[in-house]
Nanobody, 123 residues
Framework: QVQLVESGGGLVQAGGSLRLSCAVS????????MGWFRQAPGKEREFVGA????????LYANTVKGRFIITRDNAKNTISLQMNSLKPEDTAGYYC????????????????WGQGTQVTVSS
């Protein structure tokens, strides 16, 4: 059974930074595309970014491009989301996802999901 556990969420002022982590257990991360999604109250879940299994290719939503960075450490079975220059509109629950297919992950249909961690950005 694969489990994804996010951590690192919290309250931060606009312009600040936070680093989220996602720890994977039950299976090695190798060959899995990993990604982050977020969902604010009353809104649909949206794609934030993704990273391929080698860590050499990343994709970001336009809303976070240039501010957020995804990295992965396959040896430690973790991925991270470094969030800089945070804005109040970044406030949401952030979810880690894993799938063997990039296209499936981008559609939000990943096989595995974490339980989420809350990020709140105050103005």
């Amino acid at each position: 059974q694969v489990q994804l556990v996010e951590s690192g969420g919290g309250l931060v002022q606009a312009g600040g930074s936070l680093r989220l982590s996602c720890a994977v257990s039950g299976r090695t991360l190798k060959s899995y595309v990993m990604g982050w999604f977020r969902q604010a109250p009353g809104k649909e879940r949206e794609f934030v970014g993704a990273i391929d299994w080698t860590g050499s290719s990343t994709l970001y939503a336009n809303t976070v491009k240039g501010r957020f960075i995804i990295t992965r450490d396959n040896a430690k079975n973790t991925i991270s989301l470094q969030m800089n220059s945070l804005k109040p509109e970044d406030t949401a629950g952030y979810y880690c996802a894993a799938d063997t297919a990039f296209r499936t992950l981008l559609k939000g249909s990943s096989e595995y999901w974490g339980q989420g961690t809350q990020v709140t950005v105050s103005s």
